[in-house]
């Protein structure tokens, strides 16, 4: 797993470079099919191609300068990770997102841009969360920055498999993504979550939208992992994609963000991934009502 501190940066990605950098070993079933490529895989391969083309679209000279920007440290990259500190800033921001939800014809309710909005969302709440621990603060810095210059496609788990919801997570502890071991490398996460775009994408963001009451403490947490990471697995959903004919279904069969349930087979996240964990009172508030304010500004664009 790379460290979000010292991996070379690589800046805005292109369609070829996304599509190798789905090739990394992950382990994604279909119809109860281990998938071996999910670049080649009849399932996958139209929807890894759109993605390519919009990725394409970051260093096409008529959209170049529209996505990207020159960072800090002279490397183009994506707009889409930018935290706006200016209204000249929010609009050139607008102007990114605006050519995604174009471009996927608004079918793609999760595309990379979304996710890349929480990130920034989590960057905006970095005060917050060093108060919790003081190293919250400056891991969520760094992974923006780390996500930012390697152009992150990122995907994200927020709800629990739906099972028996009269059952409080306390209830029913391994349906739900949790902290069961903390070592001096990383805590040890184990549980399940439901991910859109999960098979297409680098990593995966968790960030739990349910209200945890005080004895719910090692639910409470965000962090963020490769998706090949080892002990994470990904069970699909019946595709769009493979068994309807494309001229009957011409924006389905392209733009299938394919819905998963990832599985946590006791997966070590590193401390340095770690951005909150065991404060349930701010994983109630901070999430809602400001982690996802760009995420929403997103979402309105489609």
Known sequence: MASTQSAT?????DGAGYLESLRDGREVWVNGEKVQDVTTHPCFASVAKEIARLYDLQHDPATRDTMTYEDEDGLRVSYSYLPPKSPEELLARRRNTEIWARESYGMMGRFPDFCAAMIVGMYDVRAELAEINPIFGPNIENYLRYARQHDLSLSHGLH???????????????????????????????????????????????????????REAEFALWFAVPVATPGVKQICREPFTRYRNPEDHPVSTRFDEQDVMVIFDDVLVPWERVFLARDPEAANTLFRQRVMSWASYASALQ
């Not at 940066?9 to 990605?13: D, E, Y």
């Open 9 to 13: 940066a690589t800046g805005a990605m």
């Open 160 to 214: 629990d498999p739906a099972m028996d919801k009269s059952k409080r997570p306390e209830q029913d502890p391994d349906r739900c993504v949790r902290i069961v071991e903390e070592r001096d490398n990383g805590i040890v996460v184990r549980g399940a979550r439901f991910v859109t775009l999960g098979p297409l994408t680098n990593e995966v963001v968790i960030a739990p939208t349910q209200v945890f009451n005080e």
